[in-house]
């Protein structure tokens, strides 16, 4: 029986649902088109499952997938110290520990060098850390760059989204989910 990505994302722990992995590595592969920078970036791994669906979109065509966590929210008994192994064990089952870096820190501290493809924001739900994520990101995603953004149904995500889609030139492109994902204009 020939295994697939995802059947793999299917057998990863986390919270995401099986149609917001579909899309995540339908955006992956369709900002690879869209771009020349072969990286794309994650906010917020948990346990890593958003990462399998993503990184398994980037190990096909050859790109790479940096996902930072801080991994130390102290107001939810299912995540600790031991949600990075977690994730990083995860990755290294679906055969990904040589497409995804995992970098432990504030999403808005680390900088990486040259464009991005693609940013999929998934690390503080209140309005304004995903503000602050998205600010700090938006200038490295090339145009033609997808951000898509998790857990819009969240009241701080969505009026992120309400006021970001009012000063930023984002058009919607695909939503399934709790995910809503949008193209940096040209």
């Known amino acids: 029986m020939n295994v697939t990505w995802f059947d793999k994302f299917?057998?990863?722990?986390?919270?995401?649902?099986?149609?917001?992995?579909?899309?995540?590595h339908a955006l992956a592969l369709a900002a690879c088109r869209n771009t020349s920078s072969g990286v794309i970036l994650e906010l917020g791994t948990f346990r890593g499952r958003s990462a399998c669906a993503i990184g398994a979109a980037c190990k096909l065509v050859g790109m790479r997938l940096i996902t930072i966590d801080n991994w130390c929210q102290s107001n939810s008994p299912s995540v600790g110290p031991s949600s990075r192994e977690i994730a990083e064990r995860n990755l290294a089952d679906v055969?990904?520990?040589?497409?995804?870096?995992?970098?432990?820190?504030?999403?808005?501290?680390?900088?990486l060098l040259g464009g991005l493809s693609m940013i999929f924001i998934d690390a503080g739900h209140d309005k304004g850390s995903v503000i602050a994520d998205f600010e700090t990101w938006w200038g490295d995603l090339q145009r033609g760059g997808i951000v898509a953004f998790h857990d819009c149904g969240a009241p701080g995500v969505a009026a992120a989204l309400v006021d970001l889609r009012a000063r930023y030139p984002i058009g919607l492109v695909a939503m399934a989910g709790a995910i809503q994902a949008f193209q940096k204009a040209h």
């Open 10 to 24: 299917l057998m990863t722990e986390g919270r995401m649902a099986p149609i917001e992995g579909a899309l995540l």
């Open 95 to 111: 055969g990904l520990a040589d497409t995804v870096t995992v970098i432990e820190g504030n999403t808005r501290e680390h900088r």
